[in-house]
């Protein structure tokens, strides 16, 4: 497999979390921009909602009273029309009044975005002025008329447009003396209002509609704000995005490239990622397996290549010596080879049923038998089963240990075959005179098993392989073994959770087998 090609895969395919997590933060960048756009124009809508909606209220209130003084007055219909166009223009709304049957008598008429607004004054009849009719009696007072823009905006002059003419646009926040404002619109708001006495005599109802509309430009404006700056939070969550899915992927594809390579064939390429977050500790637990893997594979190899060397030999003995047996021509001969011919099949049978032991102890889910037995009965036992053999071979076995009982929970039969592997190999390689002596001892936490002798000691440069497959040292030449004993013995004490040591001086050897005092299973 192309590793190169593995990454640009990643790179390309849009299912890649290189496009999905920039998109993904995009996405909630535009859900969170949607959601508090809406909310905050929702809530400055219905803020300037209800100013416009109070805004008429009070004007309508305050209104109301003026308007019922004038007809209590019995003003004439002129002067009501002007003070409502007064009213209009102050309060920047339309104003009508209506009767009973909620029918225009006076109105303002509407107010456009930008209008021309003409005030008379009339100061009394000796003015040189003819007073409005009705008026002759009445204190000074102003006349507002409307009047619609010229289409070309000449330049007024007071023959045009007679009093004093102003030029009025509706801004953001109400009417502005001047024309280059940008026209505003008129609230949606209506308010109608009782006119009557405090003696509760009736005159209709006062409707002001088409007010200020306080904050539909900043509305607009926030809205357009808002849209700016969702846009440029979009833009920077999915750069954002793309920033933290590069940081995610790149260590991600370096361990599927380390991968593909493993799945090729080289076991020997390891993930190269130094971090401190969760890729750095993948990266160091992956390269923890990859050793592994090589070491179990490479061990499986030189122990398939050790034990077909081994089995080999004796195979090929036993060949030759049936060969020559059917060839011998007496029957001393013909003994003489069978009896070499059992010797290597027992050899053969010792090597398979090590083999068998060790690839049992030493396979991942097989659970031993562990019960609660006593150790010194064991010992003990195996001390009478040797003593007769040690005496036979001229060698001394003694036993030395104080206790009585020693309970612990283990594997008895796993146990005594440790023993013995002990015992064969110190009675093997010590010679007559000799001396081997098997110990037990305890403290709270540990049992302590020794199995010293007086034989030919281990070469220091053999101590380190002693635990190998097949490893046999350079004086044991001369002795029978598979070099599979320890091996065995090693594997039935991890499986205890204990461990074992080895001492010699080139003129005696110790072993020495530490165990917990409650063994509850195999280590995992």
Known sequence: MNTSKLSHGWHVNRYS????????????????????????LFTLRNYY???????????????????????????????????????????????????????????????????????????????????????????????????????HDPLLSPEQFPGYLLRTGRGPFGRLL???????????QTVMVHLRTRTGEEYGYLELSEGPAFGREIVADVAEKAAVAGAIAILLAAVAGWVVSHSISTPVLALADVTAQMAEGDLTVRADLVRRDEFGLLAHTFNTMAARVEHTVTTLKRFAADAAHEINTPITALQMNLQLAAKAENTADFRSDLEHA??????????????????????DGVESEHNLFDLAVLIRQIYEQYASRAEQAGITLDLDTSLESVMIIGDESQLTRMLENLLDNALKFTPADGNVTLSLDMDPDQVYLRVADTGIGIPPDDLPKLFSRFHRGRNASAYLGNGLGLVITKAIVADHNGSIAVESNGKGTCFVVNLPRCVTGKIG
């Open 49 to 151: 909602e209800q100013r416009e909606q109070a805004y008429l209220e009070e004007s309508a209130i305050s209104l109301a009273g003026q308007v019922v003084k004038m007809y209590s007055d019995d003003l004439p219909e002129d002067m009501v029309q002007a003070a409502i166009n007064l009213y209009s223009f102050l309060v920047q709304a339309r104003i009508r009044v209506l009767d009973e049957e909620r029918t225009a008598i006076v109105d303002s008429g509407s107010s456009p975005s930008e209008e021309l607004v003409t005030v008379n004054f009339w100061n009394k009849p000796d003015s040189g002025e003819p007073p409005p009719p009705g008026a002759e009696s009445m204190e000074p007072y102003f006349i507002v008329q409307r009047e619609e823009p010229p289409e």
């Open 178 to 188: 001047d024309a280059s404002t940008k026209p505003g619109e008129h609230s949606n």
């Open 342 to 363: 059992q010797a290597e099949l027992k050899r053969l049978e010792t090597l398979t049923h090590s083999l068998l032991t060790l690839a049992r102890l030493e396979a």
């Open 17 to 40: 979390i290189r496009w999905q997590l920039p998109l993904s933060y995009a996405g909630i960048a535009l859900l969170a921009a949607v959601a508090l756009g809406g909310l905050l």
